[in-house]
Each structure stands twice: as C-alpha cells, then as structure tokens.
C-alpha cells in the first residue's frame, strides 16, 4: 500500500475526526474556563483576599531573577481551574443522570434445578444434569 493510500485510510477513520472534534470543542471550552476564572472567579478571590498578587513576588539569587510569585499565581490559578472543571463536569453527569431512561432487567433465562442445584434453561421441564423431572419453578 503506498504511503498516499495509507494516510488516507488513517485520516477517513471515525476515532480521527472524533479526536479532531474533540480537540476543536476541547478548545472551545478552554476558552469558556479560562474566561469564567479570569473573569469572574479570580476578581472574587482578589476581593475576599484584599487583592492579593503574588505575580510581583521574586528572589534574587546572584544574577537569577526567579519569579517565584508567577510559580504561586500559576498553581492558584491551576487550581481555580481545576475547581471550576469539576464543578461543570458533576453537574454535567447529575444532568444527564437525571435524563437517562431506567434501564430495564432483562427477563431471566436460566433457573436452578431444586434437586442437583445446576443451572438449567428457563424452558426446560426435566434436569439434563440429574434427571429429575418434577416441574420446577424459575428460582
């Protein structure tokens, strides 16, 4: 199979352009994250905390400037992330809970002989492992 082919039958499969949908709506709703806390949730808690920003803080080491306040800011803000995902996805699933049809149970189809104990079709009226051939009720 040549190259040109192949690649083709790769990019026409289904889990491609699902992965690819994925990543378009994944982006999308990084977007709508990203926006929810540096919008809305991040100017509370800088609020609540008195405006706090540790993105100034830094240490001198030598000739190194490191930002250690950046490195703060960024696992405050992984964790706003994080929070705020969690929230949407457990709503999500309690939603989409509420919307699923109760699945039924499926109608057994084997019952166990009274005699033997072994597990024998619904149907049957004589124990293919023992014989009995009393009448027996589904257990």
Known sequence: MSL??????????GNVMDMAVGVVVGGAFSAI????????????????????????LSITVGSANLMIGNFIQAIINFLIVAACIFSVIKAFNAASSRLKKPVEEAAPTTKICPFCKSEINIEATKCAFCGSGIEMDAQ
């Open 4 to 13: 040109i082919s192949e690649f083709k039958e790769f990019i026409s499969r």
């Open 33 to 56: 994250v990203t926006s929810l806390v540096d919008d809305v949730i991040g100017p509370l808690i800088g609020m609540i905390c008195g405006g706090i920003d540790f993105s100034g």
